[in-house]
């Protein structure tokens, strides 16, 4: 059987911009959203996620026009998060041509926008969102308003509670590992995959191939996402969308045909 | 004119993106006038059968798509949800289908548990019956994205358009005259689906 594990670009946006964080802080603008989704559609992307990370602050709900024109140039499973607070704003996205919403804050503050979503797109496109941090002792905790707000409740405990509300996904990412490309938290990915059943999305910190095999095999994860590796080109961390190519994922064992 | 149903729920803004890419002329419909006037048909859908069907039938959407696919021959692509209610009924619900094409839809089922259900990510496809206008010019080993947890088991060979291997090989797109469907998103498969939607817009 062919095995396809999903490789997928995070792009982070911010007032209509391209940016990439470290460690959840100083975003780093990199150009047009727009240029890099072209890009990203024409080497023919698993997915693409696209978080704003400015629209809670900014306005409190997603830029629907301007995603508007982003779905318009992109003919992959495309998914959101960023600002989303109620039904009718994911009403909206699914309108526009998105087809999955990531939650997180939002759904810790009110406990029914998960269940109302699901009921609304069905499982699949309702997707949940958990950004941790590392602690003593090997334990871990998570964070909500763009890592700005500890809650208290581990990552594997938060991971079950949304798939028993109807997540049909969980994005894990670390906030330590983000944007540093020396690799997933493994030890993360692991404690979350091994709590749930549903498909877990890595995310955090990949910086070349080889991560993402790890974050497989290891982790467990059943799709992989990354940003600066999608962003950042050669030793100097260049500006340059880049794509790994279908070979090289065949080669590194991140994709294979049985 | 391509009238994309809207009763309500599926993800009509990516298949409408994808048509105005190639230059298909589309509404999205709904109302029954809009789907009489229409030359082809669009049948999108997410989410649970019995909620699907519920939703076409308060609109009476229903009794229009068989009108218009029986007796004006009008071509339709069901897609995803939309493919599974062309068929007689499903295993996740007690609604009736459309009946459109003689299958009905069945949960995955594994011997082990290895499998994730839903089925959900990239997977190739086999084409069965390469003579077909929608499958025209399309290459073997294609991939298209696929979120499902239900399948359509057809009563015969001969309705099968396309095949996938999940656990076991399953219908990937069906056929009966007219009528199509495809079990993955073309509107979401880049350049292998808009080749699909563009030869049911110009080849079907």
Request: aromatic share 8%; proline share 3%.
């Amino acid at each position: 059987m062919y095995n396809r594990p999903r490789v997928i670009p995070c792009l982070l946006l911010q007032e209509q911009g391209l940016v990439k964080t470290t460690k959840f802080k100083n975003p780093n603008y990199l150009g047009d959203p727009i240029n890099a989704v072209r890009i990203f559609n024409e080497k023919g992307v698993d997915e693409l996620c696209l978080l704003d990370i400015g629209a809670a602050k900014s306005s409190g709900s997603p830029d629907f026009d301007y995603l508007k024109n982003i779905a318009s140039e992109a003919f992959m499973p495309l998914s959101y998060g960023g600002g989303i607070t109620e039904l009718n704003q994911i009403k909206e996205l699914f309108a526009i041509g998105f087809e999955k919403v990531i939650i997180n804050s939002a759904i810790n503050k009110d406990d029914s926008l998960l269940k109302k979503a699901v009921e609304y797109a069905g499982s699949q496109s309702v997707v949940a969102s958990i950004d941790a941090k590392r602690e003593l002792f090997g334990k871990y905790s998570c964070f909500i308003d763009g890592g700005n707000t500890k809650i208290k409740v581990s990552p594997a405990k938060l991971a079950k509670h949304y798939e028993e509300s109807g997540a049909g996904e969980i994005i894990i990412n670390s906030i330590d590992n983000d944007g540093m490309m020396q690799g997933y938290d493994i030890d993360l990915i692991r404690q979350v995959t091994e709590s749930v059943n549903i498909p877990v999305v890595a995310c955090g910190g990949a910086g070349g191939v080889p991560d993402l095999k790890l974050a497989l095999e290891k982790g467990g994860a059943h799709a992989v996402s990354a940003g600066s590796m999608f962003v950042y080109f050669g030793r100097k961390k260049a500006v340059l969308i880049n794509v790994p190519e279908e070979s090289e994922l065949y080669r590194e064992g991140v994709y294979c045909d049985e | 004119m391509i009238a994309i149903l809207d009763y309500g729920i599926g993800n009509l803004g990516s298949i409408k993106n994808m048509l105005n890419k190639i230059g298909a002329e589309t509404v999205i419909a709904d109302s029954i006038k809009e789907i009489e006037q229409a030359d082809k048909l669009i049948l999108p859908g997410v989410g649970s059968f019995d909620n699907g069907m519920r939703c076409l039938r308060e609109k009476e959407f229903d009794k229009v798509i068989i009108e218009q696919v029986c007796d004006n021959k009008k071509p339709i692509l069901g897609i995803c949800l939309g493919m599974q209610m062309l068929g007689r009924k499903s295993e996740e619900g007690k609604e009736k289908g459309l009946d459109l094409i003689p299958f009905d839809n069945k949960r995955f089922s594994f011997a082990d548990d290895g499998l994730k259900v839903p089925h959900m990510g990239w997977n190739y496809v086999d084409i069965i019956n390469r003579e077909n206008n929608l499958v025209k010019d399309i290459e073997e080993k294609q991939r298209y994205y696929f979120v499902h947890s239900y399948h359509a088991v057809c009563d015969s060979r001969e309705n099968v358009l396309m095949t996938c291997d999940y656990g076991y090989e399953f219908a990937a797109a069906v056929i009966n005259g007219n009528i199509y469907g495809t079990q993955f998103h073309p509107e979401k498969s880049h350049n292998f689906g808009m080749k699909l939607l563009e030869n049911f817009s110009k080849e079907c």
